[in-house]
């Protein structure tokens, strides 16, 4: 994919994006107990937003669904470790978000969420037009594939395991 195909994301356009998201929550008098960040995208998002929105209470749902750029598995799974929805009971929950893309994620967690929580709102840095789930609050809509600050690089490298002709150890 070339950078004209894509959207990119600054650590400044994150920063700037994240306290406009706040803000619009702030603004629609919704003050969440709560912040459930979904891992791993959208655990940059929901810190970013608890601490601007001076929300303490912050909690995370690991789901995978994305394997790859445009690889995906046919539904999205949780993962452990789980989040004590229990404690939830009652309590006024926003669910963030990298990006509502399908949607099925942030659906599949608001679907969980809504059994326990008093109220769920659900918040994105971005949404797409082919998402099943309308997020409450969205920073920008694009249908193109993002780049964000942190993803934008591959994984750092692990060190290789080294050995010798004279003895067959592995270093590290």
Do not use: C
């Amino acid at each position: 994919m070339s950078g004209e195909e894509r959207e990119v994301l600054t650590w400044q356009g994150y920063g700037d994006a994240s306290r406009a998201l706040a803000q619009m929550v702030v603004d629609s008098g919704f003050m969440p107990d709560v912040v459930v960040a979904i891992a791993r995208g959208g655990l940059p998002v929901g810190g970013a937003i608890s601490y601007a929105l001076g929300t303490k209470g912050v909690g995370t749902m690991n789901v995978e669904f994305y394997t790859d750029i445009d690889e995906r598995l046919p539904a999205p799974i949780i993962l452990p470790p789980l989040l004590d929805t229990e404690y939830m009971k009652g309590l006024k929950v926003l669910i963030a978000d990298d990006v509502a893309d399908t949607g099925e994620t942030l659906a599949l967690v608001k679907a969980l969420m809504s059994q326990h929580a008093g109220e769920v709102r659900t918040v994105t840095l971005y949404a797409k037009s082919h998402s099943i789930i309308e997020p409450d609050y969205v920073w920008k809509r694009t249908d193109k594939w993002i780049t964000f600050p942190w993803s934008a690089l591959p994984p750092v490298a692990r060190p290789r395991l080294r050995t010798t002709s004279t003895n067959a150890q592995h270093r590290p």
